[in-house]
């Protein structure tokens, strides 16, 4: 792979992964909460979730979805029930800091879950393979399949970092609920600004 080529695929990745969106919102809320540790198998679905749709969108989904629109339709609008799921899941958390960091945390399946029924994943895949692989190159696609996994689990995983930083400042419950309330709101946002 050319080097002018290979720092495009990465910029472009850095760019759509690193930017807010709903599952770095999330990953931030679970760095927050339940710590680096426990966030990090919402950070691994979500990267295993996004390279897995990159693939199946550079090895003809895109087609699929130009030739029956309305299944573009249904997934947009599964992402936006499952977004507003994750909002009032995050506004009606009671804010207490438990030993028991498994207990209600995002899964390594709700984070590829998450991927798959969010607009900005498709958008960023449907794009990519545009800009990319639209060529049928399957070489090409797996690079970019590689490259783009790499920088999607250090993206996710800075917000799940940044939500650790957080925790210090989140003991109190209070605080805590304050904080999910305005992810929720923010997540709730995301939703409205997609529609």
Not at 174 to 188: E, G, P, S, T
Request: with cysteine.
């Amino acid at each position: 792979m050319e080097p002018a080529l290979f720092t495009s695929m990465a910029g472009f990745a850095v760019a759509a992964s690193i930017t807010p969106g709903p599952v770095n919102l999330v990953a931030l809320a679970s760095g927050g909460r339940y710590g680096f540790r426990a966030a990090m198998w919402h950070v691994s679905g979500a990267t295993f979730g996004f390279v897995l749709l990159l693939l199946v969108t550079g090895f003809g989904l895109q087609e699929l979805i130009e030739r029956w629109p309305p299944l573009a339709g249904l997934i947009k609008w599964a992402g936006v029930l499952f977004l507003l799921y994750m909002a009032f899941k995050l506004a009606r958390d009671d804010g207490q800091l438990s030993s028991d960091g498994d207990k209600g945390r995002p899964s390594m399946l709700a984070g590829a879950v998450m991927q798959w029924l969010n607009p900005k994943a498709w958008l960023a895949a449907i794009a990519g393979i545009g800009v990319y692989c639209a060529n049928g190159d399957t070489g090409l696609l797996w690079q970019f399949a590689a490259i783009y996994f790499v920088i999607c689990y250090v993206s996710i995983a800075s917000w799940a970092g940044a939500g650790l930083f957080l925790r210090r400042f989140l003991h109190d419950a209070r605080n805590m609920r304050r904080f999910n309330r305005l992810m929720a709101a923010v997540i709730a946002g995301s939703v409205v600004y997609l529609l």
